[in-house]
């Protein structure tokens, strides 16, 4: 797990261990509607629609930003009070949480001749949204890992640290 993550699976940690807080998520696997697009199944589910990526710092790939796919996370999690249309209204839930899911290939995939590709050849990239009702304030919403140029050695400084 890159250690990029950490802060992120903390917080879902921290919430799922809290009684009453998500019940579940929405999952949103966005599809390419372009004549171009690539489509393939991914250990028999799908099909998906294949995004092309490139990583960006070493191993890591840039965020899902589209304003599209945002918007249609925030809205079934309640992080928004934009009113979208009735397919995705059904899915609002107060408790609910939303996961935006793209499977991302860096080179040309090979579809084998079932229609699936191999997992080998694509990295799940993903975004989430959490119910506002997460949101406490003794909390933080996020979390930040840093490197402190003074401290060479330590890569995470704790909170505590940068007090003292």
Request: a positive charge.
């Amino acid at each position: 797990m890159p250690a990029q993550f950490s802060p992120h699976l903390e917080f879902l940690l921290d919430v799922g261990r809290e009684e009453g807080s998500i019940d579940d998520w929405c999952v949103i696997a966005p599809m390419q509607m372009s004549a171009r697009r690539n489509e393939a199944r991914i250990l028999g589910h799908g099909p998906f629609s294949l995004a092309r990526g490139t990583r960006r710092r070493g191993p890591l790939f840039g965020a899902i930003r589209d304003p599209k796919h945002v918007a249609a996370a925030r809205r079934p999690a309640g992080a928004t009070d934009l009113i979208g249309n009735a397919t995705v209204e059904q899915y609002v839930r107060p408790r609910r949480g939303a996961l935006v899911l793209c499977p991302v290939v860096e080179s040309e995939p090979r579809i084998l001749s079932d229609g699936s590709v191999d997992p080998r050849d694509l990295v799940m990239v993903f975004a989430f949204v959490a119910p506002p009702l997460t949101a406490r304030g003794d909390r933080a919403l996020v979390r930040f890992r840093a490197i402190d140029s003074t401290r060479a050695e330590a890569a995470i400084i704790d909170r505590d640290d940068v007090r003292a």
